[in-house]
Nanobody
Framework: QVQLVESGGDLVQPGGSLRLSCAAS????????MGWYRQAPGRQRELVAA???????TYADSVKGRFTISRDNAKNTVNLQMNSLKPEDTAVYYC???????????????????WGQGTQVTVSS
């Protein structure tokens, strides 16, 4: 089974920076897309940024120019560098991995739409 573990969430002042990290494990061979989503209280979960194995990135309009997503395919990790943070960035941030090819001990299989447990980011003075 695929496991995603996030880290890096914290309380930060407006204008500050944070770096979120996510590591995927579970006898993984490859991952197609990895990304970060967030969910604020009373709101739906939304895409923040995503990156394919080839390096193609997608960003929500609200974070363009402030956030940068990156990944290490060999280590199955994805990071989110967040700069110029605003109070409206406050949310639980979730790591996502889609189309994960892994070896279960007998054969190769795929898992789709895998989620981490989330990490809290609070932007407040």
């Amino acid at each position: 089974q695929v496991q995603l573990v996030e880290s890096g969430g914290d309380l930060v002042q407006p204008g500050g920076s944070l770096r979120l990290s996510c590591a995927a494990s579970g006898n993984i061979v490859s991952i197609n897309a990895m990304g970060w989503y967030r969910q604020a209280p009373g709101r739906q979960r939304e895409l923040v940024a995503a990156i394919t194995s080839g390096g193609t990135t997608t960003y929500a309009d609200s974070v363009k120019g402030r956030f940068t997503i990156s990944r290490d395919n060999a280590k199955n990790t994805v990071n989110l560098q967040m700069n110029s943070l605003k109070p409206e960035d406050t949310a639980v941030y979730y790591c996502n991995a889609d189309e994960v090819r892994r070896f279960n001990g007998r054969y190769f299989e795929y898992e789709y739409d895998c989620w981490g447990q989330g990490t809290q980011v609070t932007v407040s003075s």
